[in-house]
């Protein structure tokens, strides 16, 4: 996690940039076949727009479609406390109090 962190994407403030190298790093660390970066939309609180996606297993980094959250109220309740979602699939989220990591 130290390249992240020495990454000068992640001062510069462009957002695409520092979400290519979080879910690049993050990926290995983590040794997952995917991690997605995601934010709320400005436009529509219940759309996740993807900002960046690193897949180890194509060595590619993409932009996932937009996620909608109308169908996925507990989801969404967990995003609007501000907690931290680790997931293989929306229907198992799980949450952690970002106090606790």
Request: negative net charge.
């Amino acid at each position: 996690m130290a390249n992240i962190t020495k990454s000068p994407n992640i001062s510069a403030g462009d957002v695409k940039s520092a979400a290519d190298v979080i879910a690049y790093e993050g990926s290995q660390v983590l040794q997952s076949s995917r991690v997605g970066i995601w934010r709320m939309s400005e436009q529509d609180i219940n759309i996740l727009e993807s900002i960046s996606c690193f897949d180890n297993i194509s060595g590619m980094l993409d932009v996932q479609k937009d996620f909608s959250l109308a169908c996925h109220p507990d989801y969404t309740k967990m995003l609007k406390a501000q907690r931290v979602i680790v997931t293989n699939n929306v229907n198992d989220a799980k949450y952690y109090n970002k106090d606790a990591i």
